[in-house]
């Protein structure tokens, strides 16, 4: 059978493709869910930035809440914010974290654009220019939080501790790593762990953290409630954030 091409047939088939075309640009210009996913177009607001250490800190532990249900809502990850973010910003969390390609900290807490300052290195080590990083933050902008986030079977404490234990020294720069991670090292060792390489890996966030506490700079904004510093531990297994220690009250 053939049909004309300027028959009923072409006629139907045009419409109902506009009809189609219509449809599927309205829904690009939704924002609302479906199926716990969202339509193209913008993307959710989490809202305005967090002023507050607790704030903040509840923030992040709710977005991680939702990488580990599978219900992430990417927010503010679309041009309109980052034509908002092009003159400014007023991130309300810092974070420093291993360079693990498994543990990225914007996926982790399902955070926006705008929404973090990120360190990352080894084993999450720190030197004066990681340290500098993280100050810059809570001393600039005001930023009311800083995590220290070790993670799960991380290669470079492994590395680290197999060194240290057999008295070898890591190639390169790589030796850097061990002196910043020697600290941890050696608290594992006097203490009795079944795992002893993820004993000092949370060892390191939480010694970091502490340090960060009491830093100079720092150290007065905690104590007047304008900072928190967290050390948390990540679970490769199932995408839990275990906070370790310093939770805002």
């Not at 028959?7 to 309205?26: C, Q, V, W």
């Not at 913008?42 to 002023?51: D, E, I, M, N, V």
């Not at 809440?65 to 991130?91: I, M």
């Amino acid at each position: 059978m053939s049909i004309r091409a300027d028959g009923p047939g072409r006629r139907a088939l045009l419409t109902g493709s506009a009809s189609l075309a219509a449809a599927f640009l309205a829904g690009c210009s939704s924002t609302e869910p479906i199926d716990g996913t969202y339509k193209a177009g913008l993307a959710p607001s989490a809202g305005p930035p967090p002023g507050t250490p607790k704030a903040a800190y509840e923030r992040l532990m709710e977005g991680n809440g939702r990488w580990v249900t599978n219900a992430l809502r990417h927010p503010d990850r679309d041009p309109t914010r980052r034509q908002l973010l092009a003159t400014s910003q007023q991130p309300y969390g810092a974070v420093l974290s291993c360079i693990d390609s498994r543990v990225p900290p914007e996926l982790v807490f399902d955070t926006g654009l705008g929404d973090l300052f990120v360190m990352r290195s080894g084993g999450a080590a720190v030197g004066p220019v990681i340290t500098g990083s993280i100050e810059y933050g809570p001393m600039t902008s005001g930023t009311p939080l800083i995590v220290v986030l070790g993670h799960q079977r991380c290669g470079a404490v492994s590395a680290v501790y197999e060194a240290l234990r057999e008295g070898k020294q890591l190639p390169g720069n790589l030796q850097a790593i061990t002196e910043a991670l020697r600290p941890a090292y050696e608290q594992s060792v006097r203490e009795s762990h079944a795992d002893p390489a993820e004993a000092m890996a949370k060892a390191q966030v939480k010694l970091t953290a502490d340090a960060l506490r009491g830093n100079r700079d720092l150290a007065p904004l905690v104590g007047k409630g304008a900072l928190a510093v967290v050390s948390a531990y990540y679970s490769l297994d199932t995408g839990v954030v275990e906070v370790l220690n310093g939770a805002p009250a």
